[in-house]
């Protein structure tokens, strides 16, 4: 059974830093792009960006977040990080990590992703001002 779980969720002020991690399980890590996605509230979620695993391909699906997020793979640690800085309160939401086998992986999760196989259950990020 693959199992994502996110943990690194925290309340900070506006202009801070926060690095999200999110441990897999269960699959083959060299198989499988892997990304963040998050949801506030009233809103619908949205991909943020993803990196295929066997070679370090990252690909962002939010511009807005180019510069500021940036996503690592530990192959060892089967484990991918999303580090956030200059946070501003609009990014506050939940954070999901997903995953997608390949060949379809960060292509097909940036492209579909409510189609996606494999969620974690979340990890609460709140930027105040």
């Known amino acids: 059974e693959v199992r994502l779980e996110e943990s690194g969720g925290a309340l900070v002020q506006a202009g801070g830093s926060l690095r999200l991690s999110c441990a897999a399980s269960g699959l083959i890590f060299d198989d499988y792009g892997i990304g963040w996605f998050r949801q506030a509230p009233g809103k619908e979620r949205e991909a943020l960006v993803c990196i295929t695993n066997v070679d370090g391909w990252t690909e962002y699906a939010d511009d807005s977040v180019k510069g500021r997020f940036t996503i690592s793979s530990d192959r060892a640690k089967e484990t991918v990080d999303l580090q956030m800085n200059s946070l501003k309160p609009e990014d506050t939401a939940e954070y999901y990590c997903?995953?997608?086998?390949?060949?379809?992986?960060?292509?097909?999760?940036?492209?579909?992703?409510?189609?996606?196989?494999?969620w974690g259950q979340g990890t609460q990020v709140t930027v105040s001002t």
């Open positions: 997903a995953a997608e086998a390949l060949p379809g992986g960060c292509k097909f999760m940036n492209a579909y992703g409510n189609y996606v196989s494999h």
